[in-house]
Antibody, heavy 122, light 110 residues
Framework: EVQLVESGGGLVQPGRSLRLSCAAS????????MHWVRQAPGKGLEWVSG????????GYADSVKGRFTISRDNAKNSLYLQMNSLRAEDMALYYC???????????????WGQGTLVTVSS | QSALTQPASVSGSPGQSITVSCTGT?????????VSWYLQHPGKAPKLLVY???KRPSGVSNRFSGSKSGNTASLTISGLQAEDEADYYC??????????FGGGTKLTVL
């Protein structure tokens, strides 16, 4: 059974940093691209970042480019999102999602975690 | 990276068919066969319904079907059921190695 479990969310002050993690199991993690998607309270889905199976292809939404860094450790079946210079508008539930394919171009996110909540407030 | 345009809400009665539209541009929806559709019930994670414009993952009911014409993709739900009441999102690959979601459509089953 595919499982994606996010962690690392919490309350953080504006301008500070936070690192999210996603532990994957139940599939060959190193064969698939992975993504972070966020959802602000009461709002729609927003794609944040994606990384290909071998980290060779990475993409970011304009809203986080230069502040967030996605990475993965295939040996640990884990996905990460380093978030720096956090802003109030980054407050959201952050989902980790698996792609059907190895590259991020496909954008078919077939499994999702339950999300980890990031609250940005002073 | 502008969001794809979806109607805020649609509604239908049980047994009817409804269609949700998703309008993009020639830089995303119109240039790639890479539109996907997701269903999200309140408080739950999204679920993939359609990928690559028209394909359904195994286990997804054939009541859900995707199509596309030019810069507009569509999701049709036939034989509406009460459990179809949810939010629906489209998503497309966009030039520049990014993905972009639509704003979401709330489906009400009357």
């Amino acid at each position: 059974e595919v499982q994606l479990v996010e962690s690392g969310g919490g309350l953080v002050q504006p301008g500070r940093s936070l690192r999210l993690s996603c532990a994957a199991s139940g599939f060959s993690f190193d064969d698939y691209a992975m993504h972070w998607v966020r959802q602000a309270p009461g709002k729609g889905l927003e794609w944040v970042s994606g990384i290909s199976w071998n980290s060779g292809s990475i993409g970011y939404a304009d809203s986080v480019k230069g502040r967030f860094t996605i990475s993965r450790d295939n040996a640990k079946n884990s996905l990460y999102l380093q978030m720096n210079s956090l802003r109030a508008e980054d407050m959201a539930l952050y989902y980790c999602a698996k792609d059907r394919w190895g590259n991020i171009v496909g954008g078919a996110l077939d499994y999702w975690g339950q999300g980890t909540l990031v609250t940005v407030s002073s | 990276q502008s969001a794809l345009t979806q109607p805020a809400s649609v509604s239908g009665s049980p047994g009817q068919s409804i269609t949700v539209s998703c309008t993009g541009t020639s830089s995303d929806v119109g240039s790639y066969n890479l539109v996907s559709w997701y269903l999200q019930h309140p408080g739950k994670a999204p679920k993939l319904l359609v990928y690559e414009d028209t394909k359904r993952p195994s286990g997804v009911s054939n009541r859900f079907s995707g199509s596309k014409s030019g810069n507009t993709a569509s999701l049709t739900i036939s034989g509406l059921q009460a459990e179809d009441e949810a939010d629906y999102y489209c998503c497309s690959y966009a030039r520049g190695t990014t993905l972009v979601f639509g704003g979401g459509t709330k489906l009400t089953v009357l």
